[in-house]
Nanobody, 124 residues
């Protein structure tokens, strides 16, 4: 089992950047593929990005491709989401999740463990 704690959220103006972190404890994070999801008020939680166990493969939602970068440091048991060129529509709670599968997946129900989330608010 793994516990996940997100940090790094905050208030940012449009066009700015933020870096979210997801610290894993318990079982080593390198056993899991990792994903970031987000949920805006009144909307369903949606996939943002995923990264393989080694970090060698990544996958992004079209809405963030070219602006967000997912990475991981297995020595620190931490996954990151670098968010550049932020837009007001990026405003949401951001959640990291761990998946025991070796395949990068985009569906919420396929992830096994979740963090509590960190809020990102982008003003226009």
């Amino acid at each position: 089992q793994v516990q996940l704690v997100e940090s790094g959220g905050g208030l940012m103006q449009a066009g700015g950047s933020l870096r979210l972190s997801c610290a894993a404890s318990g079982r080593t994070a390198s056993y899991y593929s990792m994903g970031w999801f987000r949920q805006a008020p009144g909307k369903e939680r949606e996939f943002v990005a995923a990264i393989s166990r080694s970090g060698g493969n990544t996958y992004y939602a079209d809405s963030v491709k070219g602006r967000f970068t997912i990475s991981r440091d297995n020595a620190k048991n931490t996954v990151y989401l670098q968010m550049n060129s932020l837009k007001p529509e990026d405003t949401a709670g951001y959640y990291c999740a761990a998946d025991r599968s070796m395949v990068l997946r985009t569906t919420l129900s396929e992830y096994d463990y979740w963090g509590q989330g960190t809020q990102v608010t982008v003003s226009s």
